[in-house]
């Protein structure tokens, strides 16, 4: 049995007592040097990903990996963050430059998900300049916020322990209604709603790293930060009343 998250496994002391035959392991955080290798082989690989690419950015990879080394070693905050390696992986995903850098795990998450689920399909599909092209959620004033607003929401009703198993389809549809709702004019018609509410579910269910597909037609989230990060976000929002 391998696990990063100790605290959590260990909470269940009657499952560890079914596996003592097995040996137990945790995953310990990198050192300085393993993050350093980290930094290194991820940026050599997405130099050669980006000299196979038909279409992309020009970076300066040996540059981008000096200054997160650099960040790394100068910022404590950044270094912490910096020892697990996912939060480590999702750093160099969305690193943007120094000043721009997250320095919490709820900034990075919060980075990392903008990231994944609006700024790199947005990379990938453009905006059309075609005018009587459809409008597309990414095109729509308020596609990011439906986005987020249906991900916090999904991401407290899982973490409220409404669904510990994961969110409903029928849930994430009705989500994205509510919102679809809150966002357009009181004029818009029926169909404009649907329409809408069934993009935000179209894009969440369809774009990768964020939300996963489970057992009975649910979704949840992976990794977990994200879901921890997104129900906070979202009960912050709600009035004292309804906490």
Same mark, same amino acid.
């Given at each position: 049995?391998?696990?990063?998250?100790? %605290? $959590?496994?260990?909470? /269940? #002391?009657?499952?560890?007592?079914? +596996?003592?035959? *097995?040996?137990?392991?945790? !995953?310990?955080g990198?050192?300085?040097?393993q993050?350093?290798?980290?930094?290194?082989?991820?940026?050599?690989?997405?130099?050669?990903?980006?000299?196979?690419?038909?279409?992309?950015?020009?970076?300066?990879?040996?540059?981008?990996?000096?200054?997160?080394?650099?960040?790394?070693? %100068? $910022?404590s905050?950044? /270094? #912490?963050?910096?020892?697990?390696? +996912?939060?480590? *992986?999702?750093?160099?995903? !969305?690193?943007?430059?120094?000043r721009?850098?997250?320095?919490?795990?709820?900034?990075?998450?919060?980075?990392?998900?903008?990231?994944?689920?609006?700024?790199?399909?947005?990379?990938?599909?453009?905006?059309?300049?075609?005018?009587?092209?459809?409008?597309?959620?990414?095109?729509?004033?308020?596609?990011?916020?439906?986005?987020?607003?249906?991900?916090?929401?999904?991401?407290?009703?899982?973490?409220?322990?409404?669904?510990?198993?994961?969110?409903?389809?029928?849930?994430?549809?009705?989500?994205?209604?509510?919102?679809?709702?809150?966002?357009?004019?009181?004029?818009?018609t029926?169909?404009?709603?649907?329409?809408?509410?069934?993009?935000?579910?179209?894009?969440?269910?369809?774009?990768?790293?964020?939300?996963?597909?489970?057992?009975?037609?649910?979704?949840?989230?992976?990794?977990?930060?994200?879901?921890?990060?997104?129900?906070?976000?979202?009960?912050?929002?709600?009035?004292?009343?309804?906490?």
């Amino acid at each position: 049995v391998v696990t990063c998250r100790e %605290t $959590e496994y260990l909470a /269940g #002391e009657g499952s560890v007592e079914t +596996l003592t035959a *097995a040996a137990h392991y945790s !995953v310990c955080g990198f050192s300085p040097a393993q993050v350093d290798a980290f930094v290194s082989r991820w940026h050599t690989a997405g130099e050669s990903a980006s000299k196979r690419a038909v279409k992309s950015a020009r970076v300066d990879w040996s540059r981008r990996a000096l200054e997160i080394r650099e960040l790394i070693r %100068t $910022e404590s905050d950044i /270094g #912490e963050l910096a020892s697990v390696p +996912l939060l480590l *992986a999702m750093l160099q995903v !969305v690193f943007s430059g120094a000043r721009e850098t997250p320095r919490s795990i709820s900034q990075l998450s919060t980075r990392a998900v903008t990231y994944l689920m609006i700024d790199k399909p947005r990379q990938r599909t453009g905006r059309s300049t075609d005018p009587t092209a459809p409008p597309t959620l990414l095109g729509h004033d308020q596609g990011n916020h439906c986005i987020l607003a249906v991900l916090r929401q999904i991401a407290f009703h899982i973490h409220s322990g409404a669904t510990r198993a994961g969110v409903p389809e029928d849930v994430m549809a009705r989500l994205a209604r509510s919102t679809a709702d809150s966002v357009l004019p009181p004029g818009a018609t029926g169909r404009e709603r649907r329409d809408l509410a069934s993009q935000i579910v179209e894009h969440i269910a369809e774009t990768g790293g964020i939300l996963v597909h489970g057992e009975g037609d649910t979704w949840d989230f992976t990794p977990n930060v994200f879901r921890e990060v997104l129900a906070g976000q979202w009960l912050d929002t709600l009035k004292l009343v309804e906490r």
